[in-house]
Nanobody
Framework: QVQLVESGGGLVQAGGSLRLSCAAS????????MGWFRQAPGKEREFVGG????????RYADSVKGRFTIARDNAKNTVYLQMNSLKPEDTAVYYC?????????????????WGQGTQVTVSS
């Protein structure tokens, strides 16, 4: 079965950087899209960014454009979320998700598999 395992969260000061990793296993992901979502306390889970595993389709939420970048390492079956210029409002649990399509969508219901999440806390 598909397993997604996030890592790399932590506490960072505003303006700092973190890189999250999502290690995927259990499938050949070439025809999948991978998404990053986040959920702050008391808020709904929201789309951060995503890319097709083939690399031809990448999207970002407006709130993170220019600061966050998604990349993948095919050899390691891992997707990364590089987060720069972090702000306190980026504080949330970050989730990796996969859907059985190369099209990146922004709603949670369109994703079939989810990781357990990793906490990111940005202090002011």
């Amino acid at each position: 079965q598909v397993q997604l395992v996030e890592s790399g969260g932590g506490l960072v000061q505003a303006g700092g950087s973190l890189r999250l990793s999502c290690a995927a296993s259990g499938r050949t992901f070439s025809s999948y899209a991978m998404g990053w979502f986040r959920q702050a306390p008391g808020k709904e889970r929201e789309f951060v960014g995503g890319m097709s595993w083939s690399g031809g389709n990448t999207r970002y939420a407006d709130s993170v454009k220019g600061r966050f970048t998604i990349a993948r390492d095919n050899a390691k079956n891992t997707v990364y979320l590089q987060m720069n210029s972090l702000k306190p409002e980026d504080t949330a649990v970050y989730y990796c998700a996969a859907r059985q399509s190369i099209v990146v969508l922004t709603t949670t219901r369109n994703y079939d598999y989810w990781g357990q999440g990793t906490q990111v806390t940005v202090s002011s």
